[in-house]
Nanobody
Framework: QVQLVESGGGLVQPGGSLALSCGAS????????MGWYRQAPGKERELVAM???????KYADSVKGRFTISRDNAKSSVYLQMNSLMPEDTAVYYC?????????WGKGTLVTVSS
């Protein structure tokens, strides 16, 4: 069973930056969409950013201009650079891979933005 593992979460002050990474336990071929979701306390999980295998990206309006998603297909990895972080970005961040008939989720990494 393929496992996704996120890293890079932690505590950061407002205005700061964090870089999240997500890797797979084995190389996964034909991952059409790699993305990041987040879930804040008491809220539903929401899409943060996603990138398709042909380079199409989509961002939540709340993170446009501050977050950047990238992926490395050779490493079956996806990354999220988060700048100008705000307290409302506090959440558990999950990576997600979707391909033909398969979908994988990581267990999440906590990002806390607080002074």
């Amino acid at each position: 069973q393929v496992q996704l593992v996120e890293s890079g979460g932690g505590l950061v002050q407002p205005g700061g930056s964090l870089a999240l990474s997500c890797g797979a336990s084995e190389r996964i071929l034909n991952v059409h969409v790699m993305g990041w979701y987040r879930q804040a306390p008491g809220k539903e999980r929401e899409l943060v950013a996603m990138k398709t295998s042909v380079g199409i990206t989509k961002y939540a309006d709340s993170v446009k201009g501050r977050f950047t998603i990238s992926r490395d297909n050779a490493k079956s990895s996806v990354y999220l650079q988060m700048n100008s972080l705000m307290p409302e970005d506090t959440a558990v961040y999950y990576c997600n891979y979707r391909g033909l008939g398969v979908e994988y989720w990581g267990k999440g990494t906590l990002v806390t933005v607080s002074s």
